[in-house]
């Protein structure tokens, strides 16, 4: 009788186990999450400075990713702003770079640069 119980114990454990999902084993490389922003000014200036150097050589893919992460880090970093606009527009990418630009207007109307940004905007249509 003792054994039967047992017996019926362990099947219904095994009929248990049997019903669960298996678990995904971990991704491979667990360090690759979304990177977290938060207001830092310091990295946000040496990413606008990074991206300078890349658009000055050419490089204007590379110079609106480091312009992009400088925004991120500080949203309300106009020249940033700016600089996104430029190379976006190198790129042809008028629609990014009007989005890039309008911003830096919202920050920045009084900008020694406005009235050329503005002419920009004007032409873009």
Same mark, same amino acid.
């Given at each position: ?38 207001? !830092? /000014?310091?990295? =946000?200036?040496?990413? $606008? %400075?990074? #991206?300078?150097?890349?658009? @000055?050589? &050419?490089?204007?893919?590379? *110079? ?9 880090? !500080? /949203?309300?970093? =106009?020249?940033?702003? $700016? %600089?996104? #606009?430029?190379?976006?527009? @190198?790129? &042809?990418?008028?629609?990014? *770079? ?10 920045? /109307? ?16």
């Amino acid at each position: 009788m003792v054994a039967r119980i047992g017996w019926l114990i362990l099947a219904a454990g095994l009929a248990g186990a049997w019903q669960q999902k298996p678990v995904e084993p971990p991704e491979e490389d667990e360090s690759l999450v979304a990177k977290q922003y938060a207001f !830092n /000014p310091l990295e =946000a200036d040496k990413e $606008l %400075r990074v #991206g300078n150097f890349y658009f @000055k050589k &050419g490089s204007y893919r590379a *110079a609106a990713l480091r312009f992009e992460e400088a925004t991120r880090w !500080n /949203p309300g970093l =106009a020249e940033a702003w $700016l %600089r996104l #606009g430029e190379a976006r527009e @190198k790129l &042809g990418d008028s629609k990014g *770079a009007r989005q890039a630009y309008e911003k830096f207007l919202s920050l920045a /109307p009084k900008h020694k640069r406005a009235a050329e940004i503005r002419k920009k905007l004007a032409a873009m249509g």
